[in-house]
């Protein structure tokens, strides 16, 4: 017996897990296929003859607008990705394929949901920025942000000052409370270093108990070293209760200032690490 290929095509395009949707020249949706309500929370009958960019995320408006352009001008659109807003208000990602049908006036777009693949991308892409624990900058995005501001001080003639950190002792914590306490007096440290900056400037984290501090357009040699008093009072508070008496380190700063004492990345690192440590043989002395 025949089968009845005809009839069959709507009952598999409802059968689809990716969404299909079809729209007309004015962006009216004349019809979508009954995935629409995983993908958005609208049944199918809620979505048709409304807008589809009533759905569509405002800050990706714009760019989606443009290919809607291109696809209604005949060149198929198959991997462009954008986000919608779903009844509940929250936000889902979706990868399109779209062409633009003469024979219906409309084009006809195949959605699918991205939202577990974009957060995976945005983490990894994070992660490789990132340290891990603190979720501070890590040395590779630190150098590449550090080469950064020293283009825009030479260019604008500016000062900025680069802080090495070294947590004193901080092997002792670790040695006597475990490695566990040892990372969340890390995570202290770092979210106390962030108080101390401006969102101008960036903290690191270069490995180990090594932090970085990168100060933008310094006013003064004078007021950096306020700044750096600031973070050593900051960083002596005591830790909380919760730390069960553990107490905070105390760390050792070295400063570099561009260009007074370097114009380059590797010599002002090298330069604040110098100063740390011979601010750390003071304190041995």
């Known amino acids: 017996m025949p089968v009845d290929l005809q009839a069959l095509y709507p009952k598999l395009i409802h059968l689809m897990l990716d969404t299909v949707f079809v729209v007309d020249s004015d962006n009216q949706i004349v019809f979508v296929s009954d995935a ?19 759905y569509m995320h405002p800050e990706d ?6 290919s809607i352009v291109r ?27 779209a062409f633009w049908s003469k024979e219906v006036g409309a084009r006809i777009g195949v959605a699918r949901d991205v ?37 825009s001080a030479r260019h604008h003639n500016q000062t900025l000052a680069l802080l090495f950190l070294d947590i004193n002792d901080f092997k ?20 106390r270093l962030e108080r101390c900056v401006r969102e101008s400037d960036l903290v690191a984290r270069m490995g180990g108990d090594e932090f970085t501090v990168l100060i933008t357009d310094v006013q003064s040699q004078d007021a950096m070293a306020g700044k ?3 973070i050593l009072a900051v960083m002596a508070e005591p830790l909380g209760t919760e730390f069960g008496g553990v107490k905070m380190p105390s760390c050792s700063v070295g400063v570099a200032f561009y260009p007074a004492d370097g114009e380059d990345a590797d010599t002002l690192l090298s330069h604040a690490d110098g100063e740390m440590y011979r601010v750390k043989r003071l304190r041995w002395n």
């Open 172 to 191: 002792g914590i670790n040695d006597v409370h475990g490695h566990a306490m040892g990372d969340r007096v890390l995570c202290v440290i770092a979210r």
């Open 61 to 66: 408006l714009a760019r989606t607008r443009a």
């Open 115 to 151: 939202t577990a693949l974009t957060q995976a991308e945005e983490e990894l892409r994070f992660l490789a920025h990132h340290d891990p624990l603190t979720a501070l900058t890590n040395r590779s995005l630190f150098n590449e942000r550090l080469n950064q501001a020293l283009q």
């Open 71 to 97: 696809v209604m001008n005949g060149q198929p659109h198959v991997d462009f990705r954008n986000r919608y807003l779903r009844k509940d208000g929250s936000v889902v990602h979706i990868l399109w394929a």
């Open 228 to 230: 750096v008093a600031q």
């Open 36 to 54: 629409c309500e995983a993908l958005l929370g609208y049944r199918a009958q809620e979505l048709t003859g409304t807008p589809i960019t009533d």
